[in-house]
Structures are given as C-alpha cells and as structure tokens.
C-alpha cells in the first residue's frame, strides 16, 4: 500500500515519515524547501500539478502535513497561506475522491476562538486569524470532496525534536535563554496553551490509518492534545530547569501577543480517540529533556 506523506521535512512530517518507515509501509514524502534524501520535491503551493503528482504516485493513503503554520506569516501574506492550506487540499482532496484513497489532513485548535473550553469536535468553529480560518477552510474542502474516506485531526501548538530551536514556537523559548543579553527575558503569560510533542502526534497518525483501514466507515473529525495546560511562560520555567538557567530571569508578562489574534484558551477535548485507545502523551518535562538532551 502507498502513502504518502506531505510536508515531510517539517517538524511533524519528519516525525510521521519515520513512524511510517519504522513499521515498513511503502513511502513516498514531499518537500520544497529542505532537501532530504529519498523525498519527492513538490510545490504545494501551485494546485495545478499536484493531480499529475499523485497520478504518478498513485497514494492508497495521503497524510497531509504540510501547511503554513504561523499566525503571523498568514497575517502578512493571506493569498500564500491559502494556496497552501487551502487550494493545495482542496486538489488533493479531489484527486481522493476520484482515485479512492484515503486523507489524513492536519488542522488545528486556532479554528476555535478560545472561549468556551474545552472543545469537542462538533463545536462550531469560530477563527480568530487568517491561519485559522485557512486550515477550517481546507476542512470544509476536504470535507465537501472526500467526507467518507478522510479523518481531520485537529492538534495544538506542536514541539519536538528540531532542526533548530527556533523551528517550534515552545522551543524557541530555549534559543531566546541561550542568546539573552538582557538582565531578564520577558515571557507571554496570557494564553493557556497545550504544548503536544510531535512523536506522539505521529504515533497517534499511524493509529489512525491503520483504525481507519481495519474500520472504512470510520471518518470524520477528531482531536489529540496534550494534557498539560500552560502558558509560555510555564513552559519556559520547564525548559529554565532543564537548561540551567536561571528562572528568576524569566518575567511573566500578562498582556496578549502581538501580531495576529490568537485565541486565549482553545483546550481540545481528546474523549473520542481516548475511548478508541488511540494516542499517546509524553510528560512536556520528560519530552523537553528528551529534545535539548539527546540520548
């Protein structure tokens, strides 16, 4: 069986190419800017190949990884993120339907506004930025072509093992220590955020394809999170401890984030794929370790 996984040298599609690949599935990844060997390079961002893509691969399971991810480069460039989070899925949605493969599509807690937490599934959407609103309309496409034959997983903000520190906005936190000039470093203490460690979320991916092929009917939208309420601020005092650095440098600052809106609490109820025993959840300390202490 073929899959294909896109978006997979970013900081979640490297971790669900190597779930795949450790449990022997016959593989293909995309990428555009980073160049890894035995990955397929593609530009997401043009719609108009990607059906002569996937002819040519011919995927029976597509993971759709690939996104862009930050608030606040969606804020600059609307047009761009919707080519990428929404016209790209939407073409890829409707090469699925015609050819009978299966999507896996990757969404995210910011479709909610952050008020009412936590959040099932059924909730109705309420998007506070451009990012947002990108991915829940790259739901509704996926949803519209392939409704039967596709899973949408929505997750929060994502960490792990990194290329750089700055790759994730919870290890970022660490680089901003490590080059700190300052007497102290102020830290954003406004949002309530579930830090979920990208390991895990590609354990959970794998778990879910294989639900899905051993249960057809099974489609729809779920949810997967970790279940450590925090704000950057918190995280930051995990990451101090483990890094040496001094936590009375850190400063909480209580006003929200500049640049786009963000939601203050969008808390993803996980009920659904607990009750399935479905997914897993690394402690945020042992994890953060894991990734600034390598083995």
């Given at each position: ?6 978006g997979?040298?970013?900081?979640l599609?490297?971790e669900?190419?190597r ?29 108009d ?5 996937l ?14 991810r ?18 790209a ?46 991915k829940?309309?790259?739901?509704q ?76 009917d099974?489609?729809?939208i779920?949810h ?33 984030p500049?640049?786009?809106?963000r939601p203050?609490?969008a ?29």
């Amino acid at each position: 069986m073929n899959v294909l996984i896109t978006g997979a040298t970013g900081l979640l599609g490297r971790e669900v190419f190597r779930a795949f690949q450790k449990n022997e599935w016959n593989l293909t990844g995309t990428s555009f800017r980073r160049k890894s060997p035995g990955l397929v390079r593609v530009d997401l961002s043009q719609p108009d190949t990607i059906h002569d893509f996937l002819n040519a691969h011919l995927p029976a399971v597509i993971v759709h990884t690939a996104a862009e991810r930050h608030p606040d480069v969606s804020l600059r460039d609307p047009a761009g993120t919707r080519r990428l989070n929404v016209e790209a899925t939407a073409a890829i949605a409707s090469w699925a339907a015609t050819h009978g493969a299966f999507v896996l599509y990757l969404s995210t807690d910011y479709v909610f506004d952050g008020t009412k937490p936590p959040y099932r599934p059924s909730d109705k959407p309420n998007p506070l930025n451009d990012y947002g609103r990108s991915k829940l309309d790259g739901e509704q496409e996926l949803l519209s072509r392939a409704q039967k034959s596709s899973v949408i997983l929505r997750v929060p903000i994502l960490y792990g093992p990194c290329e750089t520190l700055a790759e994730s906005a919870v290890t970022v936190l660490a680089d901003q220590m490590n080059r700190l000039t300052e007497p102290t470093l102020a830290i954003e203490d406004w949002a309530t955020r579930y830090p979920t460690y990208t390991p895990d979320v590609a354990y959970t991916i794998l778990q879910l394809v294989e639900y899905h092929l051993a249960h057809p009917d099974f489609h729809g939208i779920v949810h997967w999170s970790g279940n450590e309420g925090m704000t950057k601020y918190g995280m930051a005092r995990v990451l101090a401890g483990q890094m040496g650095f001094p936590v009375e440098r850190l400063v909480p600052n209580p006003a929200p984030p500049s640049g786009a809106t963000r939601p203050k609490d969008a808390h993803l109820d996980c009920s659904a794929l607990e009750e399935l025993g479905i997914g897993r959840r690394t402690p945020f300390a042992e994890a953060i370790q894991a990734i600034l202490h390598p083995a």
